[in-house]
């Protein structure tokens, strides 16, 4: 999973909003669009996720993603 998530991680350590849905794609899960919509406001509507973050794996495993 972390070698996973150094493809979407920026320079600055954080992951892109928008690359949210390809990433979890790439980690086995099939969000739709509206899923993905929904986990970002979710998460405050962040433009930039910290990879770290434990509230995105609790709402992913919470949403059955």
Sequence with gaps: VKSMLSRFVSADGQVPAEQLGRLLRCLGLNPT???V???LDSLG???LLDPEQV???QV??????
């Design 60 to 65: 992913v495993l919470s949403k059955g993603y």
């Design 55 to 57: 509230t995105i794996w």
């Design 33 to 35: 669009q509206a899923q």
């Design 45 to 47: 509507g962040q433009e």
């Design 37 to 39: 919509a929904d986990l």
